[in-house]
């Protein structure tokens, strides 16, 4: 007798249950995998973003920290104050922004501030009565010693200090930066500005990365300055806690975090025995290092939990297929196919795919939603990215058509005066970044005068830009005034002076040339003397007339100083950014450099002239960034 077989329904649910089952346990298999990737390539993002955005804001803390004392140096350089008196209000003016400053200090060298005057060195510090000052020189400390004095003199650059604890006033963590400053390319002393790191620790230590992670900040020297436990700050350092709990793959992250770089890693475990995903980037300007961690069990927990319920809709979907299996495999099959296809879809980059013609209720209906909700959050960030990407090209964009105006508002015509071949007069500037604080005029003031100016602003970018903008213009007013350049300038600096909240300062030479008779009259606000090249190759340096650069002071004492060109002669006026050009070996191209290609120069036009002395420049800084705006101004007597 042949067995009996399993009716023909019976046959079919199984058949159908198992294939189901399969295609279900595969899509969920899939399904899982493409998930936990997404979910890891999402954190990883996430975290990214999170540290070089922290990283960024930090470094924005730590630049407009450091550019008090490096304003106050290039004042201290181009105008030395008077007397002790001076320079404490210079401190007291330039201590007042940002609140975490909590003090600063102009140290000197040696018979550096006065003659006799061993070593000098105020400090002016916040209390809670207002500003203090003290001298910080004493027998028990020895300042030029320090540290803080000596890297930044050695080094000749801003350098920042490894975070302390201060038990002598503030009684709380801070770091501070040293900016040097120089007179005649020698050290004259140090600017420093002390940034307390306290409120800086409350608030990457209150950082919320999920719910499980936490945020850590570290010096160069892998020192913990901000950290999710209290006992580790100033105390533990990441290669101290690699050895205690010998983790070598914390090692080597406090190696990367240290040595500048910025990435992304997945560590066995470090808090605890969970592995963490972690992300770091570099706090520019400081040396110091930001990094974010999220356990990966809270990574991966949605994708689990998903997970979860596409196990479970499919449970609910075979038990209902014994029940109703003709209409429910008719209806599975063809939301599959349609699903499968829009999951294909989006695999292949379309972001449009959605899940059309499922009616809501059901597993596969909820799956097909949960599916059209992802995509569309998923076009969502795109277009914010996208949205993101497009602002970030735009602000370029506007930067650039910045620098063409800035550029236009420059003379660009040669030669620049019609009718008067008896000069050859030209002028170029290069900005340091998109636009620059440099410029150059030259115009025609009064019948048979010419006025000339250079000027260098302090910093760079836009700030500089801007107050370059209404400098150059204010001057330029005020020559159609005064033939007296001296006058010029003076009528300037007062209109300057009023809405210079910022304290910056340019340094100026205007110049009043005859060409009939070669006779150049000029006033220096601060700014270096042209050089002079006679016919017959020799070069010097014109004596420069006292004056202060503009906007630092209510009377710049402004001289005027003259000089005769014979038929031949030369005059190049130049900002510091000429002289102070480096190469990758910290090495400055040097006013020397300069006289002595002026000396060895062919003779040419005014434009070949300065593009051949540009050219110099850039074959000695070679691939180093430039660091300064550099301008030019040539002037030739012809006959």
């Known amino acids: 007798m042949r067995p009996r077989r399993l009716g023909l329904r019976v046959r079919f649910i199984i058949f159908v249950l198992a294939g189901v089952g399969a295609v279900t346990g595969t899509m969920t298999w899939s399904n899982y995998h493409q998930a936990r990737e997404r979910a890891i390539a999402a954190s990883q993002e996430r975290l990214t973003n999170l540290v070089r955005l922290r990283a960024a804001q930090l470094s924005r803390l730590v630049a407009q920290v450091a550019q008090k004392p490096t304003d106050l140096a290039a004042t201290l350089e181009v105008t030395p104050p008077a007397d002790e008196t001076e320079l404490l209000r210079l401190l007291k003016r330039h201590l007042t922004a940002p609140p975490q400053v909590y003090g600063m200090a102009a140290a000197y060298e040696p ?6 005057r061993e070593r000098f060195s105020p400090y002016v510090y916040r209390s809670s009565e207002g500003l203090k000052t003290k001298n910080l020189d004493s027998p028990q400390y020895n300042y030029p010693q320090a540290e803080w004095y000596l890297a930044p003199t050695t080094l000749k650059r801003s350098v920042w200090s490894e975070p302390y604890f201060d038990q002598g006033g503030a009684d709380a963590v801070m770091t501070t930066v040293s900016v040097p ?4 390319g020698r050290v004259q002393g140090v600017v420093t500005a002390d940034l307390v790191l306290d409120s800086l620790q409350q608030d990457v230590a209150g950082l919320t990365v999920g719910r499980e992670g936490w945020a850590f900040l570290l010096s160069r020297k892998g020192t913990f300055l901000a950290a999710p436990q209290a006992d580790w700050l100033l105390e533990e350092s990441i290669f101290s806690l690699a050895q205690k709990r010998s983790r070598p ?3 080597l992250l406090g190696r990367r975090m240290t040595g500048g770089e910025a990435g992304v890693l997945r560590l066995s475990a470090w808090r605890g025995d969970r592995p963490v995903w972690l992300a770091f980037a570099p706090v520019e300007g400081t040396g110091w290092s930001f990094g974010a961690a999220a356990p990966e069990s809270e990574i991966m927990a949605p994708v689990a939990k998903l997970t979860r319920q596409q196990v479970l809709h499919a449970g609910v979907g075979l038990a209902a297929l014994v029940l109703v299996v003709l209409l429910l495999v008719i209806g599975l099959t063809r939301p599959l196919k349609r699903l499968t296809v829009s999951v294909d879809r ?5 972001l449009s795919s959605q899940v059309e013609g499922i009616p809501p209720g059901d597993e596969v209906g909820e799956l097909a939603a949960n599916f059209n909700r992802m995509v569309g959050h998923l076009r969502r960030y795109v277009a914010e990215l996208t949205e993101t990407t497009a602002a970030k090209e735009r602000l370029e964009g506007e930067l650039a058509l910045a620098r063409q105006i800035q550029e236009s508002i420059l003379p660009r015509v040669y030669p620049p005066f019609a009718g008067h071949d008896e000069v050859d007069l030209v002028g170029r500037t290069i900005p340091a970044r998109q636009v620059g604080g440099d410029f150059y005029d030259y115009f025609l003031p009064a019948p048979g005068r010419m006025g000339l100016v250079i000027g260098d602003v302090s910093g760079k970018g836009i700030p500089a830009a801007l107050f370059m903008t209404v400098a150059r213009t204010l001057i330029k007013t005020a020559a159609s005034h005064h033939l007296d350049p001296a006058k010029v300038l003076e009528e300037a600096n007062r209109q300057l002076l009023p809405d210079n909240d910022l304290c910056m300062f340019v340094t100026v030479i205007y110049g009043v040339y005859e060409p009939a008779s070669g006779t150049l009259i000029f006033a220096s606000a601060g700014h270096p003397a042209p050089l002079l090249r006679r016919a017959g190759g020799r070069v010097s340096q014109l004596d420069r007339p006292q004056g202060m650069a503009l906007g630092v002071g209510e009377r710049p004492g ?11 002669d030369s005059l190049l006026f130049y900002t510091d950014g000429l002289n102070e050009g480096a190469n990758a070996h910290n090495e400055m191209f040097g006013l020397e450099r300069v006289k002595g290609w002026l000396a060895e120069a062919e003779p040419a036009g005014a434009p070949a002239v300065l593009d051949s002395l540009l050219a110099s420049l850039r074959g000695f800084t070679g691939e180093t960034e430039q660091s300064d705006d550099v301008t030019l101004l040539w002037l030739h007597r012809t006959r």
């Open 111 to 116: 018979q550096a501030f006065q003659p006799g």
């Open 558 to 568: 402004l001289e005027v100083g003259r000089v005769r060109l014979e038929v031949g």
């Open 249 to 251: 793959e914390l090692w």
């Open 346 to 350: 989006l695999a292949g980059g379309d």
């Open 181 to 184: 400053f120089f007179r005649a």
